[in-house]
């Protein structure tokens, strides 16, 4: 018999905040560099990615991720990290470039959506979001809501 694959043990860390905040134009997935105890912090799902956002520089081309809260982890000891560092985002130049000329446009900023880990490496989802007006977010509540009642009404009506 095969040896069976470990499962994914590690949480999906959400920041289902930006989804409201923001209309989502476009998402990238960016490696992100941690130290070994925001690792371990990071598989706990001791992550606050409501406050984050993403920077993104041309020259040299470069993203960082600013503002997220990665908890301390105790048994790290003087060897902790600072809880809200700066953290330097993976991607390719051309990805980079992309989204750096779409930032440049007026009312587009970069947020880290989720974080993950995939194949053992740190994920983050970031997305290219446009800010969102009060009434916006009443419509968006509003058409999520009647999707939500006529998808149950489809589903009972099918029984």
Do not use: W
């Amino acid at each position: 018999m095969p040896p069976k694959k470990k499962s994914n043990q590690s949480p999906t860390i959400e920041n289902r905040k930006a989804r409201h905040d923001y209309e989502i134009l476009e998402t990238l997935e960016c490696g992100v560099m941690l130290q070994g105890s925001e690792v371990k912090s990071v598989r706990d799902g001791k992550v606050s990615l409501a406050e984050g956002y993403v920077r993104v520089q041309v020259n040299p081309p470069a993203m960082f991720l600013h503002s997220v809260n990665i908890a301390e982890y105790g048994p790290a000891g003087p060897t902790a990290h600072q809880v809200t560092r700066t953290r330097k985002l993976l991607a390719h130049k051309r990805e980079i470039e992309k989204f750096f000329r779409q930032v440049d446009q007026k009312g587009v900023t970069v947020v880290p959506l989720k974080m993950y880990f995939k194949d053992g490496y740190a994920k983050v989802l970031i997305g290219l979001g446009r800010g969102r007006q009060a009434h916006d977010k009443r419509d968006a509540i509003s058409q999520r809501e009647s999707k939500r009642e006529l998808d149950r009404a489809l589903s009972k009506r099918v029984r």
